[in-house]
T-cell receptor
Framework: DADVTQTPRNRITKTGKRIMLECSQT?????MYWYRQDPGLGLRLIYY???????NKGEISDGYSVSRQAQAKFSLSLESAIPNQTALYFC??????????????FGPGTRLTVL | GNSVTQMEGPVTLSEEAFLTINCTYT??????LFWYVQYPGEGLQLLLK?????DKGSNKGFEATYRKETTSFHLEKGSVQVSDSAVYFC???????????FGTGTRLQVFP
């Protein structure tokens, strides 16, 4: 079984709709991240969380919100989707322990298309 | 601020050719350096890493050496295979940021 799972894997929606992308992990890591991937731009950090009570904005948080429901679950919401949020979204986790050097483990991604 | 610069792709090679993908970085403090690989339709996987100067990371025939004097972490492989076709990302993290900073990625295409 995969250590980091994302649902759905693909989603097509319309402008103005509310969308939730979910991420679950079985690695026991405290830290979780949401990234967005666009062609030619690499990965850009949307939000990250170091534990259930800690949520931080990344470089492109506008238009997004997150919820850390438990150590193992971290959801990303688009309150009112717009076409330029069409992208590939990745969840990742990392270990808090010293020596982990912030190595991150990625889910398989969710391809979101906003029409 | 911290940043990573990678050579633009795509890099197109014939099977068994030598591969170099350049990566340079700017960082405050002492970064850890990573190469991630993304195969078609998949998420990113860690390929190799180096956590201090002069360390060499290696995996699956790929190597990269952490060069502090040139602030570089170039990825090399002596003989590529068609199955190495993927997008490769260089990344860094520093102790005081707790985040990964990615380059824009380099697409490698290997033809038989």
């Amino acid at each position: 079984d995969a250590d980091v799972t994302q649902t759905p894997r693909n989603r097509i929606t319309k402008t103005g709709k509310r969308i939730m992308l979910e991420c679950s992990q079985t690695k026991g890591h405290d830290r979780m991240y949401w990234y967005r991937q666009d062609p030619g731009l690499g990965l850009r950090l949307i939000y990250y969380s170091f534990d259930v009570k800690d949520i931080n904005k990344g470089e492109i948080s506008d238009g997004y919100s997150v919820s850390r429901q438990a150590q193992a679950k971290f959801s990303l919401s688009l309150e009112s989707a717009i076409p330029n949020q069409t992208a590939l979204y990745f969840c990742a986790t990392s270990d808090l322990q010293p020596g982990a050097h912030n190595e991150q483990f990625f889910g398989p991604g969710t391809r979101l298309t906003v029409l | 601020g911290n940043s990573v610069t990678q050579m633009e792709g795509p890099v197109t090679l014939s099977e068994e050719a030598f591969l170099t993908i350049n990566c340079t970085y700017t960082a405050t403090g002492y970064p850890s350096l990573f190469w991630y690989v993304q195969y078609p339709g998949e998420g990113l996987q860690l390929l190799l890493k180096a956590t201090k100067a002069d360390d060499k990371g290696s995996n699956k025939g790929f190597e990269a050496t952490y060069r502090k004097e040139t602030t570089s972490f170039h990825l090399e492989k002596g003989s590529v295979q068609v199955s190495d076709s993927a997008v490769y990302f260089c990344a860094l993290s520093t102790y005081n940021t707790d985040k990964l900073i990615f380059g824009t990625g380099t697409r490698l295409q290997v033809f038989p």
